[in-house]
């Protein structure tokens, strides 16, 4: 999840565009950029490779394997849920309040 708070706190000042006519895209809101920092924690491949460098003992390289898949599938799911939220919250509403069907 540090991902996800670095990519969010990324910019100066939540509320102003970090650079003059820049503004997130239609339809994109806080949460969905939340989501993605949070998916960005899948990214293993770079842990993997430097396990297979920091440790000579193949019991502890195995043991960070798995806490590698085990915090990128933390990284997906609160990723996946992060952007389910973010989707629900910014989805179109009808008058009375409940959600057109797509």
């Known amino acids: 999840m540090v991902n996800a708070l670095c990519i969010l706190l990324a910019r100066t000042d939540p509320g102003r565009p970090p650079a003059p006519g820049a503004r997130l895209p239609d339809g994109v809101r806080w949460g969905h950029v939340m989501g993605v920092g949070a998916v960005a924690g899948i990214g293993f491949t770079v842990s993997l ?54």
């Open 49 to 102: 490779f430097i396990t297979g460098l920091a440790f000579d003992d193949v019991a502890m390289r195995n043991d960070a394997k798995i806490g590698i898949l085990a915090a990128s599938i933390i990284a997906a799911l609160a990723g996946a849920a992060i952007l389910a939220v973010a989707a629900r919250a910014s989805a179109p509403t009808s008058p009375s309040g409940d959600v057109p069907n797509r």
